[in-house]
């Protein structure tokens, strides 16, 4: 194998050509090896693997220093640069993220996972060069898809502006992780149409020097572009149209299903799903439940930035929905300020996005949104305490969101809560509405619950007890349940069990009642303690006799750590939760 000369970059430039063909194909089958078992990102690596090696072969990472963007596609970097173990032993996998990360490699520059940030950050690296006359190449890998969040462009625009070496590649293959959306697509669709010679040139009406090469999985064609290129004096788009999923044919035929997968078998494309056919998620109870209410009413409207799959919006929900959805591509700050807008004229705009992409959000949740009160609804996916990668975590939303001014930010706990809310959210126009959306599979509690929500922090008693009071929020219901079970086998304590489905404020009349009869409240929220839901209950009792225990995150950026194992960390278990209950109460 000619992976097995490869220790680091330096290895390729003792290759032949033939040679790092062949290491083409054997980096395919390390990276299948790796996603295949424990899922990650395939399309977008299996099409970089030409350009990467054709980068590492001309440049000198890393004083040339290479930027990537999303690190959707640095699996061929890691494997290049001394970390191929981590993609071809399965006891090494647990040693590589699957995002570039400086604690892994000198190579690797920044932690990245949030994407249209490449250009903006080596646009700073290049300008400390300048200032420090030191010599070395900046180099910005990003994708069409990133173009089109508003970072990318800042950084575009003044990256132009450098007087000396700045190079940003281009890798367009025609897709985010959906079809791209907007008209700087139709540009790029014409730069590849006519070979970079369009006259209509989005690169170079910035002030850039272009250059384009067609075939972006030729590594001799890459060499050659990259050698000119390298050393130049000013700033230099190379634009390069490669093929996402290249090599695996169901990943080349269906590329927004393989643009990231879970465990699969490589031959079939098989995805290992261990789900419970009989259970509804809310994703699919969602896209079922917004498909039948456009349907009824053609004011509502789906939005969602680049993300439709983690929603439930497949391509056949997307067809049905035709003019009445729309992905404006990555650009989470527009798709809050166009919900925004859409429910001021009018419309009922619908806005879906993960936990970890409503933080580029704030400026726009408060001023576009929460500030004009517009009635949009925002739905919050994949919220709460996680083992992901640090750059993905989705315990943040509740501090960021519940601060904000004239946002309902509501917590079902179950699906006909959820419906409920959703159905409230739409038909509302007074109030700029969140939801967080549970994360287990939907459960029915057979409840009948309200239809509307208009009296705003009106908290629940789902179980009248005494001594202590149980505020479980959302996600952790289920847990507070269990808490007070097992409170009563313990300590025979009938605990009150309180749902607040509110998270931006506090029920007064309820936490003022609580004093009566009980000794302890407990908070349990699915995200960071420091700014969040039971600090505000903590702060209401603050001048009284009554005990509070919070229990949630640490504000703390934990990197894929098993999810049980964080739980233990942060006493979210009903056995320490009990524990704790158990000392204060001595």
């Known amino acids: 194998m000619v992976l097995d000369k490869i220790e680091n970059p330096n290895d390729l ?97 920044f932690r990245v996972g949030h994407t249209s940030t490449s250009i903006s950050l ?11 006359k030191e010599k ?18 800042e950084g575009l625009d003044n990256a132009a502006e450098l007087n000396s070496n700045f190079i940003v590649i281009v890798n367009d293959n025609d897709m985010s992780i959906a079809p ?15 070979e970079g010679k369009a006259e209509c040139n989005f690169f170079k009406a910035l002030g850039f020097d272009y250059c384009y090469v067609k075939n972006g999985n030729n590594i001799q064609e890459l060499i050659q572009t990259f050698k000119k290129v390298k050393d130049i004096d000013h700033p230099i788009v190379v634009h390069i149209q490669t093929l996402k999923g290249k090599g695996l044919e169901y990943a ?37 439940y917004l498909e039948k209410k456009a349907k009824e009413d053609e004011k509502v409207m789906v939005i969602t930035p680049a993300t439709p799959g983690i929603c439930g919006f497949t391509p056949e929900f997307r067809k049905e929905l035709g003019k009445q959805f729309i992905d404006v591509g990555i650009a989470e700050e527009h798709a809050i300020a166009y919900g925004s ?51 993905h975590l989705g315990g943040f939303d509740i501090p960021l969101i519940s601060n904000i ?40 509690r057979n409840l009948l619950v309200q239809k509307d929500y208009y009296n705003i922090n009106e908290y629940k008693i789902e179980e009248q007890g005494e001594k202590v009071a149980i505020i479980a929020l959302g996600n952790f219901y289920s847990l507070g349940k269990t808490v007070k079970e097992k409170l009563q086998e313990k300590l025979n304590i009938n605990a009150t069990l309180i749902n607040p489905r509110y998270i931006t404020g506090i029920d007064t009349k309820v936490l003022e009642e609580i004093k009566k009869e009980h000794e302890l409240v407990i908070t349990l929220e699915d995200g960071i303690l420091e700014g969040g839901f039971g600090e505000k209950i903590t702060r209401f009792y603050g001048n009284s006799n009554m005990k509070v225990l919070n229990f949630g995150a640490k504000k703390e950026f934990a990197d894929r750590v098993p999810l049980q194992e964080l739980y233990q960390k942060y006493h979210l278990t009903e056995d320490l939760i009990v524990s704790d209950i158990i000392d204060v109460m001595k």
């Open 13 to 109: 430039k003792t290759l032949s050509l033939e040679e790092m063909n062949q290491l083409a194909e054997e980096i395919r089958k390390a990276i299948l090896n790796r996603v295949s078992k424990v899922g990650g990102h395939v399309g977008p690596n299996l099409g970089i693997v030409e350009t990467t090696i054709a980068m590492h072969y001309v440049f000198n990472s890393p004083i040339d220093k290479i930027v990537f963007d999303v690190s959707h596609q640095c699996y061929p970097h890691k494997i290049l640069t001394g970390r191929k173990r981590g993609f071809l032993e399965e006891e090494e996998f647990d040693n590589v993220s699957g995002y570039t990360n400086p604690d892994e490699s000198e190579h690797d520059i």
């Open 122 to 132: 080596a646009c700073g690296l290049a300008k400390a060069r300048d200032l420090k």
């Open 136 to 153: 070395g190449n900046i180099i910005a890998l990003i994708g069409d898809g990133s173009l089109s969040g508003g970072e990318a462009f």
């Open 180 to 194: 791209n959306y907007g008209g700087l697509y139709k540009n790029l669709k014409q730069l590849r149409e006519t």
């Open 252 to 288: 080349e035929n269906n590329k927004e299903a393989w643009h990231w997968s879970i465990p699969f078998e490589i031959e079939k494309g098989k995805k290992k799903i261990d789900k419970n056919t009989n259970t509804q998620t809310y994703p699919e109870i969602t896209a079922k």
């Open 341 to 391: 807008g859409l429910a001021k004229n009018g419309t009922k705009p619908i806005i879906a996005i993960s936990s970890s992409f409503i933080q580029r959000t704030y400026d726009q949740l408060s001023q576009d949104l929460a500030m004009n009160n517009s009635g949009a609804v925002i739905l919050v996916y994949r919220n709460g305490i996680s083992g992901t990668d640090m750059t």
């Open 405 to 444: 001014p004239n946002i309902v930010y509501l917590a079902p706990t179950c699906q006909e809560e959820y419906l409920s809310m959703l159905e409230w959210g739409i038909e509302q126009n007074k109030h700029s509405v969140v939801i967080r959306v549970p994360n287990d599979i939907a459960i029915q």
